[in-house]
């Protein structure tokens, strides 16, 4: 029987006090990940005294231009932005089911055609109310395919733990090994060739090549979901002074200022605006060294030291060609590498896997729904 998403769910429409959240209780679109990629913490609280409140397994969808898929399953109570549509289950719907019929592609497309406004669509409320389920399964179906579609997401999760807990040891080893204290140090330029991206911006278009800024950065690999895209013409103007390689390192230099990412995609079809890029691919013994080096509290302290700007703050590119590193011989180099390669193998390996998992569970996913593939309930 064909259900609209008002019978399954309804908006919370509760208040809580600023003065009772923190950073990992407040969400509003920006601390929201695209591509269903859950949360990170805030970077702070707004001014409010009240905002609207969530509780453990509800489900929050960013309502700020839908087509970036932020959505969240709320595993704590807190608050969010008005900009963040918060979905409760009604009694005939399983919450974790709730949040695979709102996290299927089905979903956000509709939301995406029935949204309002150009420069920034937000989704209309009345209309995703809506939103028609064709085949709602019985309870016990629903907790089957839920759990059969969490089993992904649980298995990213932990992947994602055991990466957090590499790069910390990676860290930690690079720490150990390189006390500044002990070498002497140059700039980072005389070593690699830094550059910039674009500070122009390109005519947006609907079908074209992702322009990578600093809130795309993630810390193996970018978002390719969100970014606007550009002409080929573009593209190739921005490559011919700074083209991004396989194991090149990106590192924000407006905005959130500091972010580093390496580079994983084996097809770097994508230009950057307002990236530093340390062309690592061309010294590949270097880098894990100097990726370990950029994301080390000492340069993080002298960026943050060498911040330019009023109303918004920047690192200029000539201050990350005068990043000091310090100057080890070939033989430090090469007994860094044999310990260390190992585990950014690791990680780099589980984020790939991640996104194969990601793309699995996105291809299942609506063939659940719609009844195409049918799990079995016996042993729920």
Known sequence: MKKLLSDLSSFADAKINIASLDANTYISTENMLPNKQGITRSAGLPKASQTQAYKSNDILVSNIRPYFKK???????????????????????????????????NFFDYSTSTSKGTKMPRGDKSAIMRYEVSNLPTLLEQHAIAATLSCLDNKIKLNNAISHHLEQMAQAIYEQSFDNTD?????????????????????????GYPLVTSKHLLS?????????HISKNDFDKINERSKVDTHDILISMIGTIGLISLVIENDVSFAIKNVGLFKTSQKEDWVYFVLCHLRSPAITQHIEMRLAGS????????????????????NKLRDFNKTIKPVFGEIINRTIENCNLAKLRDTLLPKLMSGEIVVPTEVF
């Open 183 to 207: 070498y002497l140090t140059m700039p980072i330029s005389e070593i690699i060739d830094v550059r910039d991206g674009t500070h122009d911006s390109p005519k947006t278009i609907i079908n």
């Open 311 to 330: 109303t918004q703050k920047y690192i200029s590119l000539g201050e990350l060609r005068q990043l000091p590193i310090a100057m080890i011989t070939e």
């Open 71 to 105: 959505i969240w399953f709320a595993d704590r109570n807190g608050g969010c932005s008005n900009d963040v549509l918060v979905f409760r289950a009604k009694n005939n719907c399983y919450p974790r089911f709730l949040y695979y019929l709102l996290a299927d592609d």
């Open 220 to 228: 193996y690999g970018v978002d390719r979901i969100s970014p606007n």
